[in-house]
T-cell receptor, first 112, second 113 residues
Framework: TQLLEQSPQFLSIQEGENLTVYCNSS?????LQWYRQEPGEGPVLLVTVVTGGEVKKLKRLTFQFGDARKDSSLHITAAQPGDTGLYLCAGDRSGGYQKVTFGTGTKLQVIP | KAGVTQTPRYLIKTRGQQVTLSCSPISGHRSVSWYQQTPGQGLQFLFE???????NKGNFPGRFSGRQFSNSRSEMNVSTLELGDSALYLC????????????FGPGTRLTVL
């Protein structure tokens, strides 16, 4: 059973369009991270959200952590070809010894 | 500050062989975690080391093992390789045990023939 489900699984859009990626779980997380991974490379951390309802902006990317800390979303405005990649959410459950669990991933392709 | 480094970047082995992968964390980071990434299963947690001790372990067979040295560098070993072990193996470092902010290396692409 996947602890973190991402949707959509694949997304192909034209340059300039907006998009939203969702990360959902039935579990509560103490924090949640979003990563972007390019082919053949490791994931690169984009943001960490820790407070329920928190919204963080990173240029054209907006990240939101759900009020109940069970879900998160990533919104990209005016997508560019450089945004192409695999987007992964990762949740950390409180407890100090808990490992981080990664979501199923969303593969985004932005066509010029 | 230098990032996480992994060696080698690419590796080709045959079934039954064993392999050792190496990871050097960011300076000052004491926790190292290992992940296996495949197209079908995504990113799956293997184990985490902190202060030379394995602190967490994922659901992988005993053929997968690791260790951490006093300088926080870590190695992962896979014995009796199977075709299904072909994957990208990623190492991530963080400041503290169970740290929620992890920094990943570029990975080692292992192909088992």
């Amino acid at each position: 059973t996947q602890l973190l489900e991402q949707s959509p699984q694949f997304l192909s859009i034209q340059e300039g369009e907006n998009l939203t990626v969702y990360c959902n779980s039935s579990s509560v997380f103490s924090s949640l991270q979003w990563y972007r991974q390019e082919p053949g490379e490791g994931p690169v951390l984009l943001v960490t959200v820790v407070t329920g309802g928190e919204v963080k902006k990173l240029k054209r990317l907006t990240f939101q952590f759900g009020d109940a800390r069970k879900d998160s979303s990533l919104h990209i405005t005016a997508a560019q070809p450089g945004d192409t990649g695999l987007y992964l959410c990762a949740g950390d459950r409180s407890g100090g010894y808990q490992k981080v669990t990664f979501g199923t991933g969303t593969k985004l392709q932005v066509i010029p | 500050k230098a990032g996480v480094t992994q060696t080698p970047r690419y590796l080709i082995k045959t079934r039954g062989q064993q392999v050792t992968l190496s990871c050097s964390p960011i300076s000052g980071h004491r926790s190292v975690s290992w992940y296996q990434q495949t197209p079908g299963q995504g990113l799956q947690f293997l184990f985490e080391y902190f202060s030379e001790t394995q602190r967490n372990k994922g659901n992988f067979p005993g053929r997968f093992s690791g260790r951490q040295f006093s300088n926080s560098r870590s190695e992962m070993n896979v014995s009796t390789l199977e075709l299904g072990d072909s994957a990208l193996y990623l190492c991530a470092s963080s400041l503290a045990q169970g740290g929620n902010t992890q920094y990943f290396g570029p990975g080692t692409r292992l192909t088992v023939l």
